[in-house]
């Protein structure tokens, strides 16, 4: 069975692009050790830190290694953003505390269930690229949400002729409005003409 560390390092790698980094890594000379460390690549530039905690308490141990680490970093001009992800138990909150000074903090825990993967990525969703849908996808969506919104005008012609029109981009709604504008006009005018 997975560990929240190792789910949380293949989803990073798999859907986040990130790298792995080698055990220990080093910084200028300084050897760090973590359950796992990552390092962004294209799109991001963040260095992760995934760190088990060893039970509920306050961890002085994680929390000089953080210091330590982004001290390292300080002195040798690195730019990079450090996050920690914090797993294994519910992290005190002392730890949080303590860390979040010198870096962002997720603290995970360990989810379980059938839906501990998705809550893990959840908290891990600042750290990965957005998805974005296809226009094709969007717009279908879109059509089906306004007729779940709008169930009374479903059977509308002039309704269905502006959802099938917007298929086909702005331009084509903008003719639909404008003829059914023209119609209406000059329906009102020739009946205002039979009655004179």
Do not use: C
């Amino acid at each position: 069975m997975m560990r929240t560390s190792d789910h949380v390092l293949e989803i990073l790698t798999k859907e986040g692009g990130y790298r792995q980094l080698p055990k220990p890594f080093k910084v200028g000379t300084l050897p760090f050790e973590f359950t796992h460390a990552l390092v962004g690549t294209d799109r991001a530039n963040d260095l992760v830190i995934v760190i088990d905690l060893n039970d509920n308490n306050f961890d002085e141990m994680a929390t000089r290694k953080v210091m330590a680490l982004t001290r390292a970093l300080d002195v040798i001009g690195s730019k990079r953003p450090v996050t920690a992800v914090l797993t294994s138990g519910n992290p005190h909150s002392k730890t949080v505390q303590a860390i979040s000074k010198v870096s962002r903090v997720l603290p995970i825990g360990s989810p379980v269930g059938p839906n501990a993967v998705n809550s893990i990525r959840e908290w891990l969703s600042v750290l990965l690229p957005l998805v974005q849908q296809s226009s094709i996808e969007a717009m279908l969506n879109w059509a089906t949400d306004l007729s779940v919104a709008t169930p009374a005008l479903t059977g509308n012609e002039f309704m269905k002729s502006v959802v099938d029109a917007a298929l086909h981009g702005k331009a084509a709604v903008e003719t639909v409005l404008a003829d059914s504008i023209t119609s209406s006009i000059d329906t009102a005018l020739s009946d205002k003409g039979d009655k004179t």
